[in-house]
């Protein structure tokens, strides 16, 4: 019985992140950890959760004791190196991308080959101290975005997420998170629709694309079910 309750508040946890919903995330995923603290699904999505949140350094914590537990790989190089990245670590993160790259599963063919281009990018960027400083600012222009959302200044929060992007490129967060605001706060689901798709393609990732579908229900609806949207491959 243990086992399926352990088993529910992972999946609830998971679907919480896939929906945006971050704290119910960690608050079902936390409820799974004090019944398996050494879970490898437990402790990986925990802190890509807090990295979700902005806790960069407890992020960081769980990926840690993950790596410790259960060796190095792809996905832990790859999390650890967006930590790195995130705290202004270019040398760290440079390091971490670089193993990444070296994986299996980043090669042609590879279950995660569609990030590379990502991680390659992020990898040029920790090379130039110069590149790497405009990142710094993006992360900066980022936090503030987080305080202006949590302070509840929902349109100030997009301004500061889109110039976040607009400092890095390869900040798919900040237009994640300003789409977020522009379809649940601010009823502008076709804006949102626009930056959900920049987000999903620089990360490629299952929240983006499922942001961005919803974001495409929601537009349809508001226009009464007559917009139709084409995904735009990238270029």
């Not at 609830?12 to 992140?17: I, R, T």
């Not at 390659?120 to 990142?135: H, I, M, V």
């Not at 929902?154 to 300003?178: I, K, M």
């Not at 987000?199 to 007559?226: C, H, P, V």
Request: proline share 3%.
């Amino acid at each position: 019985m243990g086992e399926f309750f352990f088993t529910l508040q992972v999946r609830f946890g998971l679907n919480a992140y896939m929906r945006g919903d971050f704290a119910k995330a960690e608050a079902w995923l936390e409820k799974a950890r004090r019944k398996e603290p050494d879970s490898l699904v437990v402790l990986r999505n925990l802190g890509l959760v807090r990295m979700a949140l902005g806790d960069v350094e407890g992020a960081e914590n769980y990926l840690l004791r993950e790596e410790k537990l259960y060796g190095k790989s792809f996905h832990r190089h790859a999390s650890l190196a967006d930590v790195a990245y995130a705290r202004g670590k270019r040398i760290q993160a440079a390091k971490r991308y670089a193993l990444a790259l070296k994986e299996p599963e980043s090669l042609p063919g590879g279950s995660a080959h569609a990030l590379r281009p990502l991680m390659e990018k992020r990898l040029q960027l920790c090379s130039d101290e110069k590149a790497f400083e405009a990142a710094r600012l993006s992360m900066e222009a980022f936090e503030r975005g987080q305080k202006l959302k949590a302070e509840g200044r929902h349109q100030e929060a997009v301004e500061s997420y889109l110039e976040s992007a607009e400092q890095d490129g390869t900040n798919w967060p900040a237009l994640n998170n300003a789409a977020a605001l522009l379809l649940e706060s601010l009823g502008k689901p076709d804006e949102a629709a626009i930056l959900f798709q920049k987000a999903f393609e620089i990360s490629r990732n299952a929240q983006a694309a499922r942001n961005l579908e919803l974001a495409r229900r929601k537009a349809a609806e508001k226009s009464g079910g007559k917009k139709s949207w084409k995904f735009r491959k990238t270029r």
